[in-house]
T-cell receptor, first 115, second 115 residues
Framework: AQSVTQLDSHVSVSEGTPVLLRCNYS??????LFWYVQHPNKGLQLLLK??????LVKGINGFEAEFKKSETSFHLTKPSAHMSDAAEYFC?????????????FGGGTRLMVKP | NAGVTQTPKFQVLKTGQSMTLQCAQD?????MSWYRQDPGMGLRLIHY???????DQGEVPNGYNVSRSTTEDFPLRLLSAAPSQTSVYFC??????????????FGEGSWLTVV
């Protein structure tokens, strides 16, 4: 079985400061991991994905995430927050053996960026 | 670049009414899915399809019906709407499974309120 825990439901940062959104996962296999962003009243946009290649994954808009198997973590970071980064972020896990392409979502982290 | 298109974007239903949420993709993807999003719970899988003529249940299938007569279309039917089905619905498509590292593309969502 697979599961995802996003450790913070809300994160508030000032513009120009670093962003850290934390995600821990549980999986019986070597999963694929994703981060998606959702702006208000919009669909989900893929930020980045990990698929058992390099453990440090670079995504769009300056975001990156590091896969740490020993810690079962996949935290999302960005060196300098921008006002446009304010949105909800979802960490997602998918096992390679699940038949239905089931994605398991974390509960989401709402990122607020203060001017 | 249409991607995944959902209609309608907003709908209000009365308890007991039926309706169909439409989903179409133009990327020739085999895999399509329907998710619902509820506050603090991320997205949960309702039904999925791995190709035309093949559908199966996800995590929360009760009260919903699907069919897949073509590769492009994957409609979701609410048989007799209940207030518990008030949610935001997302359709998704992909070439293969997320567990194998395929990117999952999401529509912009359908906001459904059942009164």
């Amino acid at each position: 079985a697979q599961s995802v825990t996003q450790l913070d439901s809300h994160v508030s940062v000032s513009e120009g400061t670093p962003v850290l959104l934390r995600c821990n996962y549980s999986s019986s296999y070597s999963p694929s991991l994703f981060w998606y962003v959702q702006h208000p009243n919009k669909g989900l946009q893929l930020l980045l994905k990990y698929t058992s290649a390099a453990t440090l994954v670079k995504g769009i808009n300056g975001f990156e995430a590091e896969f740490k198997k020993s810690e079962t973590s996949f935290h999302l970071t960005k060196p300098s927050a921008h006002m446009s980064d304010a949105a909800e972020y979802f960490c997602v896990v998918s096992d390679p053996n699940n038949a239905g392409n089931m994605l398991t979502f974390g509960g989401g982290t709402r990122l607020m960026v203060k001017p | 670049n249409a991607g995944v298109t959902q209609t309608p974007k907003f709908q209000v239903l009365k308890t007991g009414q039926s309706m169909t949420l439409q989903c179409a993709q133009d990327m020739n993807h085999e895999y399509m899915s329907w998710y619902r999003q509820d506050p603090g719970m991320g997205l949960r899988l309702i039904h999925y399809s791995v190709g035309a003529g093949i559908t199966d249940q996800g995590e929360v299938p009760n009260g919903y019906n699907v069919s897949r007569s073509t590769t492009e279309d994957f409609p979701l039917r609410l048989l007799s709407a209940a207030p518990s089905q008030t949610s935001v619905y997302f359709c998704a498509s992909s070439r293969g499974t997320g567990g194998q590292g395929n990117t999952i593309y999401f529509g912009e969502g359908s906001w459904l309120t059942v009164v």
